[in-house]
């Protein structure tokens, strides 16, 4: 058995918190995206999330994905780490970190082209350097769930058509509050899907 890097062909050999009923959801909202979309994913984990994104992204699209890229291997243990326990043991004995650990598994993707950019950076350095607030198709959210960060994100993204996240559930009261807040205030259209999965449309 192979111990690093694993051999993956779909976000379910990756470690993560998202499950299938969201990425079912993906590919609906991708269907509501114009022909040569803007995708950008805040909070990338290990990247399962962003495996599922680009298996449901059409080959003309545009992906970006920002992450601070600080998750430790505390973390990594509680989504039961691949069913690879010697790659458990060499992450834990040569200290792999989260972004080794992303770049290993996104690139074996068939689709890592529709990859564009990847800020490895804090969310508010990225705000302050970076204005693409109006030209993204679609935004996903799995960041910092605390309520500040998740209505500010929000704010940011008044523009974007199509919103949406994870863990919309009453252990992620932030998320929650920050959701129902701005939909009540802006008037979009909230929909709560399968897998606490979010979505704000415009």
Known sequence: MRSWPPKITSPYDIPGWTVKEQHYQYKDLVN?????????????????????????????????ILDHFELNYRELQKTGIYPYSKAAKRIRKQNIDQREIFDTIIKQHPKINLLKTLWHMPGNDWKNHIDYTQEWDLV???????????????????NVPIVCGDDYHPNHQGV???????????????????????????
């Open 140 to 158: 996903y959210l799995d960041d910092d769930h605390r309520y500040p960060a998740v209505s500010n994100w929000l704010e940011r993204f008044t």
């Open 176 to 202: 929650v509050s920050a959701v129902d807040e701005y939909a009540e205030k802006t008037g979009c259209k909230k929909t709560i899907l399968p897998g606490c999965f979010w979505v704000l449309r415009k």
């Open 32 to 64: 509501l995206l114009p022909k040569n979309p803007k995708v950008l994913e805040i909070g990338c984990g290990w990247g399962r999330s962003t495996w599922a994104w680009l298996d449901a992204l059409p080959d003309t699209a545009s992906f970006f």
